[in-house]
């Protein structure tokens, strides 16, 4: 089993930053790629960020390319989202997730084992 708790939400104002952190607990993180998700209200849940458990590899959502960086600390046992320049587009709830399966960094849902229980993020104009 995989717990895995977010944190670093809060209010911000457009044009401001926020970092969010996931800690895994209940077994280390270090060979499994991360991944961040969103749900806006009255939305489906949409991926925003994966990074590869060498962090060798990252992939962003196009709507968040260029102002949100994906970063891990293993020995940490810990993931980031930076986020900066944000905008209310991004006003949602953030979870991270844990893939416990081998091979490319996966962009659905669907294909991650483990989830937290979220971090909202609400950005104000």
């Known amino acids: 089993q995989v717990q895995l708790v977010e944190s670093g939400g809060g209010l911000v104002q457009a044009g401001g930053s926020l970092r969010l952190s996931c800690a895994a607990s209940?077994?280390?993180?270090?060979?499994?790629?991360m991944g961040w998700f969103r749900q806006a209200p009255g939305k489906e849940r949409e991926f925003v960020a994966a990074?590869?458990?060498?962090?060798?590899?990252?992939r962003y959502a196009d709507s968040v390319k260029g102002r949100f960086t994906i970063s891990r600390d293993n020995a940490k046992n810990t993931v980031y989202l930076q986020m900066n320049s944000l905008k209310p587009e991004d006003t949602a709830v953030y979870y991270c997730?844990?893939?416990?399966?081998?091979?490319?960094?996966?962009?659905?849902?669907?294909?991650?084992?483990?989830w937290g229980q979220g971090t909202r993020v609400t950005v104000s104009s």
């Open positions: 209940g077994r280390t993180l270090g060979r499994y790629n």
């Open positions: 990074i590869s458990w060498s962090r060798s590899y990252t």
């Open positions: 997730a844990a893939d416990l399966h081998d091979g490319y960094l996966r962009i659905t849902d669907n294909e991650y084992d483990y």
